[in-house]
């Protein structure tokens, strides 16, 4: 099974096994630096015991953590040479803007191809509501001074019944239908 291992410039990496072209992840990840390509799993394994310095027990995490997942995606956080990871739902190929921070079943902060940044809030329940807006310019602003912590709190407010966030996004015209 061929794997890409796509390097990001914020302190994750991603696994994907499905493999594309640098350029198809340029498109999709807003934070992408570069990506390698493995033709199996052992030989990435392999990879990084040597590169990150690995102990025999996070290679076998590693090899039986993907290969007994039928998710497509992973995040790996590698700290002190050891490497934690855990499964990605969110589709990162079918995408159709630009993702720049998620967390599963919270929230996907992404860029439009027409230069709109975008909060989507997953708020659960029977009918799995979301609430999503487009950011105004000072909250764009925001974000580049303080960074996701930033929209982390825009989307934990989001996720709020009585949104202040959500009410000034209607009152504006940036809620997204």
Known sequence: MPLDLIYTK??????SKITTSYKVWQDK???????LNFTNLEELVIFLKVDYKLSDK??????????NSN??????????????????????????????????????FSKTSTNHYHLWVFLGGIANQ????????????????LGITYIKA?????????????????????RVL
Do not use: C, M
């Open 10 to 15: 914020t302190d994750k990496f991603i696994l």
């Open 29 to 35: 990840l807003y934070y992408y630096k570069t990506s």
């Open 58 to 67: 996070n290679k076998s995490e590693i090899f039986n953590y993907v290969n």
């Open 71 to 108: 998710q497509d995606f992973f995040e790996l956080s590698v700290l002190d040479n050891n490497i934690s990871i855990k499964q990605i739902h969110l589709q990162l190929l079918k995408s159709k803007d630009t993702l720049i921070h998620w967390e599963d079943w919270f929230y996907i």
């Open 130 to 145: 979301v609430r999503e807006i487009r950011l105004n310019a000072a909250q764009v602003s925001e974000w580049e001074d």
């Open 154 to 174: 825009l989307a934990t407010d989001l996720q709020l019944r009585d949104s202040k966030i959500y009410k000034e996004a209607i009152n504006k015209n940036n």
